[in-house]
């Protein structure tokens, strides 16, 4: 079954969106002009350029109004996804206590140079995120929240010395492909110390998604909006379904 759909704006698949971009140009009406045509030159049709504005010296950012005549069938579109598990804290303990055994050693951090703690602090913190309770909190995880600007063969060298079962690498710069270059890191050098098999590896950031996790050989990505819960049911029942393969 098909089923196409445009964006939408003032009617249903009328095709309207709205978009903004930087021009490496003073700001002026000509360079207001450039703007028009430039998305004119993307496929866009009844551009209007609604902003500009200098945002530095020889910078000028742009607010355009336009059209487009693409659609996408929804219908064909199958994005894979980690948040099947739908338990609560203490449905979570009590699987790790009746299936696994022991606590669970757990380590996250924001791994390069990034120094953006809130989405790892907000899965990790007693406190949590949206009234969800970050994995501190539960009783059968030993958390262990590293904070900003970790290297990678820092997160390594821990995971080997506490014997982490399971790692959480966030990462929300972008930059010039910052966040992948750092998670291939991280993925290769556990793979190179023979660790790689022993770990729940899970990316985050704003930016992630399971595909992205999958292709840098991560377990799991978890991206905007992700609750503490789900993350934790993730790594339990992983570690779960891995005991009973080896067991």
């Given at each position: 079954?098909?089923?196409?759909?445009?964006?939408?704006?003032?009617?249903?698949?009328d095709?309207?969106?709205?978009?903004?971009?930087?021009?490496?140009?003073?700001?002026?009406?000509?360079?207001?002009?450039?703007?028009?045509?430039?998305?004119?030159?993307?496929?866009?049709?009844?551009?209007?350029?609604?902003?500009?504005?200098?945002?530095?010296?020889?910078?000028?950012?742009?607010?355009?109004?336009?059209?487009?005549?693409?659609?996408?069938?929804?219908?064909?579109?199958?994005?894979?996804?980690?948040?099947?598990?739908?338990?609560?804290?203490?449905?979570?303990?009590?699987?790790?206590?009746?299936?696994?055994?022991?606590?669970?050693?757990?380590?996250?951090?924001?791994?390069?140079?990034?120094?953006?703690?809130?989405?790892?602090?907000?899965?990790l913190?007693?406190?949590?995120?949206?009234?969800?309770?970050?994995?501190?909190?539960?009783?059968?995880?030993?958390?262990?929240?590293?904070?900003?600007?970790?290297?990678?063969?820092?997160?390594v060298?821990?995971?080997?010395?506490?014997?982490i079962?399971?790692?959480?690498?966030?990462?929300?710069v972008?930059?010039?492909?910052?966040?992948?270059?750092?998670?291939?890191?991280?993925?290769?050098?556990?793979?190179?110390?023979?660790?790689?098999?022993?770990?729940?590896?899970?990316?985050?950031?704003?930016?992630?998604t399971?595909?992205?996790?999958?292709?840098?050989?991560?377990?799991a990505?978890?991206?905007?909006?992700?609750?503490?819960?789900?993350?934790?049911?993730?790594?339990?029942?992983?570690?779960?379904?891995?005991?009973?393969?080896?067991?």
């Amino acid at each position: 079954m098909t089923r196409l759909v445009k964006p939408y704006g003032d009617t249903k698949n009328d095709g309207k969106v709205q978009l903004s971009f930087t021009l490496p140009v003073e700001w002026s009406e000509s360079a207001d002009e450039a703007a028009r045509q430039l998305a004119g030159k993307m496929g866009f049709s009844d551009v209007q350029v609604v902003d500009g504005r200098r945002i530095a010296a020889g910078f000028s950012f742009f607010v355009v109004y336009a059209t487009t005549p693409q659609g996408v069938d929804v219908e064909s579109i199958a994005a894979p996804a980690e948040r099947a598990h739908a338990m609560t804290m203490d449905e979570i303990d009590a699987l790790i206590g009746d299936r696994i055994g022991r606590k669970v050693r757990v380590a996250g951090a924001c791994i390069g140079t990034d120094a953006h703690t809130v989405g790892i602090d907000a899965i990790l913190n007693m406190k949590g995120y949206k009234g969800d309770y970050g994995l501190e909190r539960y009783h059968m995880f030993e958390t262990l929240n590293l904070g900003s600007q970790i290297a990678v063969e820092e997160l390594v060298r821990i995971a080997k010395e506490r014997r982490i079962d399971a790692l959480l690498a966030s990462q929300v710069v972008t930059q010039k492909g910052s966040d992948v270059k750092n998670f291939t890191a991280l993925s290769e050098l556990l793979e190179a110390e023979g660790l790689r098999d022993q770990i729940v590896l899970i990316c985050g950031g704003p930016r992630v998604t399971s595909r992205l996790a999958s292709e840098l050989g991560y377990d799991a990505g978890f991206g905007r909006g992700t609750l503490p819960s789900e993350v934790a049911a993730f790594i339990a029942m992983t570690l779960a379904q891995r005991l009973r393969r080896h067991g």
